[in-house]
């Protein structure tokens, strides 16, 4: 069975400060996919990042960066230089080579404080 | 990625009744999926549906409950039959992307916020 922990629920900072997501899987799947998703208060959930379980580099886009260590089957994701448009809830997710089901994460709910 | 709309945006229902939600992709795509937020939760995913076939139910969902159509490529639709209170959630659909890089993962539509009264 697959499983994906957020255990940080909830998580303000002030404006400008860098906060990191925490996420941590669990699989038997020798090969899988882990995602990114951002949930606006819209509600519409907006990809950001998939990683396969074989590629572990570490991806920056802009102000975000993803740590992804197989060893800790942690799949960290870093915002720095947080602005006010980046509150959301953040969703980890994972899913197995050719298997469509995604498994989310309970979320966290990230609040920038101007 | 595809573009994803969904019908109605949000809608506030009487117990008992049915709620038919649309799926618009504007290209052809295999799977679709459609998923149920319930308030403050994660996802859960309801069940996928391929284009000519009965959809696939998760555990726990059944489809005189949460009956799905597929009568084409492009377009799905989800009913919520006789509500209830605990039915209020958001419900999304998804879709994977399109062969290639964007294959293997899954675009989300804006989503239909439901309350059941």
């Known amino acids: 069975a697959q499983k994906v922990t957020q255990a940080q629920t909830e998580i303000s900072v002030v404006e400008k400060e860098d906060v990191t997501l925490d996420c941590v899987y669990e699989t038997r799947d020798t090969t899988y996919y882990l995602f990114w998703y951002k949930q606006p208060p819209s509600g519409e959930l907006v990809f950001l990042i998939r990683r396969n379980s074989f590629d572990e580099q570490n991806e920056i886009s802009g102000r975000y960066s993803w740590n992804f260590q197989k060893s800790t089957s942690s799949f960290n994701f870093t915002i720095t230089a947080s602005q006010v448009v980046d509150s959301a809830v953040y969703f980890c997710a994972l899913s197995g080579f050719g298997n469509e089901k995604l498994t989310f994460g309970t979320g966290t709910r990230l609040t920038i404080i101007p | ?117």
């Not at chain 2, 696939?56 to 492009?74: A, C, H, M, Q």
Request: proline content about 7%.
């Open chain 2, 1 to 117: 990625s595809a573009v994803i709309s969904q019908k109605p945006s949000r809608d506030i229902c009487q117990r008992g009744t049915s709620l038919t939600i649309q799926c618009q992709v504007d290209s052809q795509v295999t799977m679709m999926f459609w998923y149920r937020q319930q308030p403050g939760q994660s996802l859960t995913l309801i069940a996928t549906a391929n284009q000519g076939s009965e959809a696939t139910y998760e555990s726990g969902f059944v489809i005189d409950k949460f009956p799905i159509s597929r009568p084409n490529l492009t377009f799905s639709t989800l009913t919520v039959s006789n509500m209830s209170p605990e039915d209020s959630s958001i419900y999304l659909c998804s879709v994977e992307g399109s062969p290639g890089p964007q294959e293997e993962t899954q675009y989300f539509g804006p989503g239909t916020r439901l309350l059941v009264l």
